[in-house]
């Protein structure tokens, strides 16, 4: 007999999972208590999961899978030194924070003058995400600079860089926070004093890379021209000034295509059966878009950001509904 919890709130994924146990239950992610879990063998989660000893300590759980890029909700070194295996979905929503970059960046054209030709944008972290943003940036004719110290790259630069020359930055990095590469406020009080040409901030990686403070405080000031803000520190609990004060102000939704989501189920689903060594049950697909929708080109006509920033600015309170109930978005037409 096997047994999955899973977070009720991961889409398109319950038909194919249910393949694959006995029994499974699901879940609200926030909800999951160690009863839930005492006699599982596998957790599927999202952010809202902490998934650590407090959660898993006796449990029979053998897997848990995040349907998330993300980590920072998983104590990862308890896991391992319980011998519960653990993994998450790298890339798997990359396409989709591209596309709300795209939109947001012609938004901040049309709406705010920025003439994106002749303007810098530096993408501080260039993994999955951060790379698919760049090839964005260069196919709108923006000059790129790139900081990821931690890859090397010898063409990358420093952040004091990005700091004089950008007049967009714009954040992609794992949430860490110690050792070296420490993420956790990276852009705080000293960034916001060192930038020099009154940029636009974007934060689509963790709320906590950016200092909320700091940055209402500098929009305030005008040593910062703009944000575009999808993920908050303290979480659902966001600070509703800097959402009154930012350009676009999301629910943390930026990575919330189908075609994402979609990713991170399979990448669920293949976990599990590599694991277990199950058969496969079938790649799951995202549903296409209604039949009268007409596509000419133009990238917002697929997604528009400012939309989900209307809802959440109307109630910021509905933080985690719009996040839960949030409609059917694609990056392409099949």
Known sequence: MMKIVVDDKIPYIRETICQLAD?????SGAAITADDVRDADVLVVRTRTRCNRQLLEG????LVVTATIGYD?????????????WTNC????????AQYLECALLLLEQQKGLSLRQST?????????????????????MRVLVCDPPLGNPEFV???????????????????????????????????????RVPYIINTSRGEVVDNKALLRALEEGRVRDAVIDVWENEPNLDAALLE??????????????DGKVNADNMVIDAICQYFGLSHPGEIVPPALSDDFHYTGNPLELY???????????????FEQLRNNYPLRREKID
Not at 23 to 27: P, R, T
Not at 245 to 258: K, R
Not at 305 to 316: E, F, G, I, Q, R
């Open 23 to 27: 029994e499974v239950v699901f879940l």
């Open 121 to 141: 944008i530096g993408i501080v972290g260039c993994g999955h995400v951060g790379s698919k943003v760049k090839a964005v940036a260069e196919r709108l004719g």
């Open 158 to 196: 420093p952040m004091d860089v990005i700091e004089r020359e950008a007049d967009v930055i714009t954040f992609h990095v794992p949430l860490c926070s110690d050792g070296p590469y420490a993420t956790w406020h990276l852009a705080d009080e000293d960034f916001f004093r060192r930038v020099a």
């Open 304 to 318: 528009n950001p400012m939309n989900d920033s209307h809802k959440l600015k109307a109630v910021y309170s509905d």
């Open 90 to 97: 790298p890339g798997c929503n990359s396409g989709s924070v």
């Open 59 to 62: 449990s029979k759980v053998k």
């Open 245 to 258: 004060t930012v350009f676009i102000g999301t629910p943390h939704i930026a990575g919330y295509s189908a």
């Open 73 to 85: 909700h998983i104590d990862t070194q308890w896991l391992e030194e319980a011998g519960i295996r």
